[in-house]
């Protein structure tokens, strides 16, 4: 028996060699559009298992001691099907750890046994023997049974835990139980919950995860906290999408319009998918991350989303929020309303070639087009920031086309991307009346140009060319007093010339 004593105050799980998984997280949840949440394991009752005190090793098995008993760990021994000991390193084995798993490399656990002397198992145990087809449990435990091979508490209103190798195929959870810990199985295609249970795993996280077989749940008319519609699961309101079964084979799904949160939607199968106008903001980072999703749509209503073309903007497209993964059109071009093209939006459609980004985006947020194939890129926006990881896997075969001397250019520069310029950059525009009946046009040196043109217009009009100078100011005069006019500037060199300028608007004196 190894033995390693340790002072208050340390942590134990972080500090001993092998161990450092411990603290681990269960699972990755969801992304987060590039930041995925990660949910520990289930909180331990009483925070028993989660004690400092005595760490050791003593038949293939690494415990440490509480207070009052052993906390298992680990299994580091080379057996597939195991018992817990009752005892280890003279005291009694009480508890279960939630990260407890075969330490030792290629072993698989497949079959575990618990004597009667555990008190508490923590359920994300479950997570961690994936494994794992047979659970057994001492007839004289005190806290716990199994019944059709799943792990209950003793008064069968707990569901502690599924085998996630036990093949069963369509299960019911049976009356009475009123809370489901951890189920997560990789035959279950069908799923039945019964009217009496209350709880689900870490459904406060908005995670629950069944597993990969998952087709169908179907909740009981009398269940006062959950519902279903078409298999998937909600709460009692419709008012959370708790989970999508990930095997559902449809190709198209039309969210409750009562639906504003989303817990997860992991679709292999997904093609067109409409959000809720309820729909919360940052509650649609799944459509992100779908891998054959190629439509997305609105319903009337919403306060937060616009769609068009199977793109998804926030509610006035000024923000590109995602471009599906597989979306087959070869070309886009993003609207002049957008300003911002967020994070992840368009992180790996494999089918576009051509894209075009407006003059209006100032930023393209990080891991955008990183496995795109793309070939042309075409910026109009004289000043864009891009992000990190942008464009990462295209940069040796694609070529950017944008304003001479604009952050585009530099950016090609910076990534050896190729570049041509198609324009010069268009003048920044002010106008002021400083006397009756004469407007004063002033704007920025453009580089490249050496001379301007200035375009002119009454509400009602039409823009007209007023003047061409090579000044960076211009008087406007003999205009009528109260009156409103609008001016544009272009910019004008040897090979090249800009867009014309922003509006800008100005009443006489």
Known sequence: MIVLSVGPGTNILANTKDDTDIKENVKLTKSNKADRKTTKSIDTKND?????????IENDFKYFINSDGATVTAYVGTSSSITVPETLGGYTVKYIDGMFKSQKYGVKIKSISIPKSIEYIDSGMFCQLNSLASIKVDNNNAKYLVKDG????????SLVGIPQKLKVYDYTVPNGVESIDNFINDYISTLNISSSVKSLPNYDDYDFTIGKNLKKINVS??????SSQNGVLYNKAKTVLIIYPCNKRDKTYVMPSTVKEVSDISSSYLQKVTLSKSLLAEEYYFVLFSEKLNSISVQKGSKTYSAKDGVLYNKNKTVLLCYPIGKKAKKFAVPN??????????????YLKEL?????????RAYNFIYDKLKKV?????????GDMCFYYSKGSMKIYGLYNSTAQKYANKHKIKFKAIKLK????????????????SYKKVSGAD??????????????LIKTTNNLSYKDTKLKSKKTYYYKVKAVGKKLKSDASNAVMVKIK
């Open 48 to 56: 028993k298992s989660n004690k400092k005190g005595t760490l050791g």
């Open 150 to 157: 799943i792990l209950f508490t003793k008064d069968l209103k």
């Open 221 to 226: 008319s009398e269940n006062k906290k959950y």
């Open 337 to 350: 309303s957008v300003k911002i093209i967020d994070e992840s939006a368009a992180e790996d459609n494999i």
């Open 356 to 364: 075009i980004i407006g003059r209006n985006v100032s930023k393209i």
């Open 378 to 386: 075409v910026i109009n926006s004289p000043n864009v920031k891009i």
């Open 426 to 441: 268009y003048p920044s525009v002010k106008v002021k009346s400083t006397k009756k009946k004469t407007a004063a046009i």
């Open 451 to 464: 001379k301007y043109k200035i375009y002119r217009k009454s509400a009602n009009g039409k823009y007209k």
